[in-house]
Protein backbone atom coordinates (compact mmCIF):
# COMPACT_ATOMS: atom_id res chain seq x y z
CA UNK A 1 0.00 0.00 0.00
CA UNK A 2 1.11 3.49 -0.71
CA UNK A 3 1.30 6.29 1.71
CA UNK A 4 -0.57 9.23 1.27
CA UNK A 5 1.22 12.48 0.47
CA UNK A 6 0.69 15.38 2.44
CA UNK A 7 1.14 19.25 1.33
CA UNK A 8 0.45 22.62 2.27
CA UNK A 9 2.05 23.08 5.69
CA UNK A 10 4.22 26.41 6.57
CA UNK A 11 5.23 28.75 9.12
CA UNK A 12 2.46 31.65 9.74
CA UNK A 13 1.63 33.83 12.61
CA UNK A 14 -0.82 33.68 15.18
CA UNK A 15 -4.64 33.87 14.11
CA UNK A 16 -3.50 33.07 10.69
CA UNK A 17 -4.66 30.37 8.33
CA UNK A 18 -3.48 27.31 6.38
CA UNK A 19 -5.34 24.54 4.27
CA UNK A 20 -3.40 21.48 4.19
CA UNK A 21 -3.44 18.65 0.85
CA UNK A 22 -3.76 14.48 1.22
CA UNK A 23 -3.13 13.42 -1.87
CA UNK A 24 -4.28 9.58 -1.12
CA UNK A 25 -3.22 6.56 -3.72
CA UNK A 26 -5.32 3.89 -2.43
CA UNK A 27 -7.38 2.01 -4.73
CA UNK A 28 -10.72 2.59 -3.84
CA UNK A 29 -10.09 5.51 -1.97
CA UNK A 30 -13.58 7.12 -1.63
CA UNK A 31 -14.43 4.31 0.22
CA UNK A 32 -12.33 4.94 3.18
CA UNK A 33 -12.43 7.18 6.36
CA UNK A 34 -9.73 9.07 6.23
CA UNK A 35 -7.94 11.46 9.42
CA UNK A 36 -5.77 14.31 9.76
CA UNK A 37 -3.41 13.53 12.54
CA UNK A 38 -0.32 15.60 13.94
CA UNK A 39 2.06 15.01 15.94
CA UNK A 40 4.82 17.57 18.01
CA UNK A 41 7.53 16.77 19.06
CA UNK A 42 7.98 14.56 22.21
CA UNK A 43 3.73 14.29 22.13
CA UNK A 44 2.23 11.12 21.13
CA UNK A 45 0.55 11.44 17.52
CA UNK A 46 -3.14 12.64 17.92
CA UNK A 47 -6.18 12.69 15.46
CA UNK A 48 -7.35 16.20 14.37
CA UNK A 49 -9.89 15.19 12.50
CA UNK A 50 -11.72 12.74 9.99
CA UNK A 51 -13.96 12.33 7.75
CA UNK A 52 -16.06 9.07 6.49
CA UNK A 53 -16.65 7.83 2.88
CA UNK A 54 -20.42 9.12 3.48
CA UNK A 55 -19.60 12.36 4.65
CA UNK A 56 -19.41 12.12 8.71
CA UNK A 57 -17.19 14.50 10.09
CA UNK A 58 -15.60 14.33 13.57
CA UNK A 59 -12.90 16.95 15.22
CA UNK A 60 -11.03 16.72 18.53
CA UNK A 61 -11.91 19.40 20.59
CA UNK A 62 -8.48 21.44 20.55
CA UNK A 63 -9.34 22.42 17.03
CA UNK A 64 -13.12 22.12 16.47
CA UNK A 65 -14.52 25.51 15.59
CA UNK A 66 -11.19 26.53 13.75
CA UNK A 67 -10.42 23.82 11.43
CA UNK A 68 -12.21 21.97 8.50
CA UNK A 69 -12.05 18.64 6.75
CA UNK A 70 -13.37 17.83 3.45
CA UNK A 71 -12.91 15.97 0.60
CA UNK A 72 -13.02 15.50 -2.86
CA UNK A 73 -12.91 11.62 -4.57
CA UNK A 74 -12.85 12.67 -8.17
CA UNK A 75 -9.71 13.85 -6.63
CA UNK A 76 -8.37 11.84 -3.95
CA UNK A 77 -8.11 14.37 -1.94
CA UNK A 78 -8.88 15.13 1.26
CA UNK A 79 -8.22 18.62 2.53
CA UNK A 80 -8.03 19.81 6.37
CA UNK A 81 -8.82 23.94 6.27
CA UNK A 82 -6.88 25.55 9.55
CA UNK A 83 -8.19 28.92 10.40
CA UNK A 84 -7.08 31.04 13.95
CA UNK A 85 -3.97 29.05 14.53
CA UNK A 86 -2.79 28.77 17.49
CA UNK A 87 1.02 28.07 18.82
CA UNK A 88 -0.23 25.07 20.52
CA UNK A 89 -1.01 24.09 16.89
CA UNK A 90 2.66 23.18 15.50
CA UNK A 91 3.28 20.12 14.85
CA UNK A 92 4.13 17.81 12.00
CA UNK A 93 0.33 16.91 10.28
CA UNK A 94 -0.72 13.99 8.63
CA UNK A 95 -3.34 12.06 7.01
CA UNK A 96 -4.33 8.08 6.89
CA UNK A 97 -6.59 5.28 7.44
CA UNK A 98 -7.38 5.32 10.88
CA UNK A 99 -5.39 2.34 12.06
CA UNK A 100 -3.01 2.47 9.90
CA UNK A 101 0.48 1.39 11.40
CA UNK A 102 2.76 2.83 9.13
CA UNK A 103 3.04 6.84 8.17
CA UNK A 104 4.55 9.14 5.70
CA UNK A 105 6.70 12.32 5.77
CA UNK A 106 3.51 14.92 6.57
CA UNK A 107 3.49 18.25 6.52
CA UNK A 108 5.16 20.85 8.79
CA UNK A 109 3.10 23.23 10.26
CA UNK A 110 4.48 26.15 12.66
CA UNK A 111 2.35 28.74 14.12
CA UNK A 112 4.92 31.29 15.51
CA UNK A 113 5.36 35.09 15.48
Known amino acids: QVQPVESGGGLVQPGGSLRLSCAAF????????IGWYRQAPGRQRELVAQITSGGTINYSDSVKGRFTISRDNAKNTVYLQMNNLKPEDTAVYYCNVPGTISWGQGTQVTVSS
Open 26 to 33: RRLFSIYT
